[in-house]
T-cell receptor, first 112, second 112 residues
Framework: DAMVIQNPRYQVTQFGKPVTLSCSQT?????MYWYQQKSSQAPKLLFH???????NEADTPDNFQSRRPNTSFCFLDIRSPGLGDAAMYLC???????????FGPGTRLTVT | SQQGEEDPQALSIQEGENATMNCSYK?????LQWYRQNSGRGLVHLIL?????REKHSGRLRVTLDTSKKSSSLLITASRAADTASYFC????????????FGTGTRLTIIP
């Protein structure tokens, strides 16, 4: 089945230790998104790629970076995680602008 | 903030009853979408309604859209225990930038 896969599902990192979360898709979608979701809150868009074009949200901290080496994969790098970065990180894809988004199961990040 | 508001924030009903959730938003839109999120999981797309549509059905779901009031409602009929989840509305603005803005969500609990 076509899907969006996120690894790992749970990630524990230490304060200040860089961490990378990964997302892959078999849907061949043009657009890939990264969201941060804290407990009982709405998903907050961090950035998205339309093909290779990177689009950063104005309020996304510089601590968050992303890479998309090819259509299928996208990575979220947190350079120096703080306690406030503990959250669920959701990856999503869509085939074109404005259509439904397909979400992965998320990676729950804990910062100790 | 362009984030939408949903009400109620939480809703508990008996199995078999109907559940209605409301969403209000602030800017002009191309479409509005509803998503479901089970606890600790990714979001699942339920239904999309375009700005020139007023009502849409999908199985036990009925969505209405009133662009003059900038509001939408999601009705789930004959609720089941498996419908217990958080429900989010999301809007795509008419800027053509592939982004969704999510509402604050309604936590629905179905009591068996």
């Amino acid at each position: 089945d076509a899907m969006v896969i996120q690894n790992p599902r749970y990630q524990v990192t230490q304060f200040g230790k860089p961490v990378t979360l990964s997302c892959s898709q078999t849907l061949n979608h043009n657009v890939m998104y990264w969201y941060q979701q804290k407990s009982s809150q709405a998903p907050k868009l961090l950035f998205h790629y339309y093909d290779k074009d990177f689009n950063n949200e104005a309020d996304t901290p510089d601590n968050f970076q992303s890479r998309r080496p090819n259509t299928s994969f996208c990575f979220l790098d947190i350079r120096s995680p703080g306690l406030g970065d503990a959250a669920m990180y959701l990856c999503a894809t869509s085939g074109a602008g404005g259509e439904e988004q397909y979400f992965g199961p998320g990676t729950r990040l804990t910062v100790t | 903030s362009q984030q939408g508001e949903e009400d109620p924030q939480a809703l508990s009903i008996q199995e078999g009853e109907n559940a209605t959730m409301n969403c209000s938003y602030k800017t002009s839109i191309n479409n509005l979408q509803w998503y479901r999120q089970n606890s600790g999981r990714g979001l699942v797309h339920l239904i999309l309604i375009r700005s020139n549509e007023r009502e849409k059905h999908s199985g036990r779901l009925r969505v209405t859209l009133d662009t003059s009031k900038k509001s939408s409602s999601l009705l789930i009929t004959a609720s089941r225990a498996a419908d217990t989840a958080s429900y989010f509305c999301a809007t795509e603005g008419n800027f053509g930038n592939e982004k969704l803005t999510f509402g604050t969500g309604t936590r629905l609990t179905i009591i068996p």
